[in-house]
Nanobody, 125 residues
């Protein structure tokens, strides 16, 4: 399994921005599909955004399209989630996840084998 460490969470006012980072261990990061998920209190964990190993495919949840951007830097073994125009309903613990199978991008939680510990994002109204 790959080790994943998220950072960049915090408290921000509605309309503000945050950038989450996820640093990965391992020399084969460039072959992993990567995803961001989030879990709000009392709710199930949900898919937010995904990026294929080549950055050729990007998927976003409808709720974040046009506001969030996922990207990766394979030289730094890092994936990012730029979050703009944040809303109170974006408040959640955000998790980075890795799919270590070399295949087209997937979005189901069960298909990601490695997870970070999560970083809290709180958006105040």
């Amino acid at each position: 399994q790959v080790q994943l460490v998220e950072s960049g969470g915090g408290l921000v006012q509605a309309g503000g921005s945050l950038r989450l980072s996820c640093a990965a261990s391992g020399r084969t990061f460039r072959t992993y599909n990567m995803g961001w998920f989030r879990q709000a209190p009392g709710k199930e964990r949900e898919f937010v955004a995904g990026i294929s190993w080549s950055s050729g495919s990007l998927y976003y949840a409808e709720s974040v399209k046009g506001r969030f951007t996922i990207s990766r830097d394979n030289a730094k073994n890092t994936v990012y989630l730029q979050m703009n125009s944040l809303k109170p309903e974006d408040t959640a613990v955000y998790y980075c996840a890795a799919d270590e199978h070399l295949r087209p991008l997937v979005t189901r939680m069960v298909e990601f084998g490695s997870w970070g510990q999560g970083t809290q994002v709180t958006v105040s109204s």
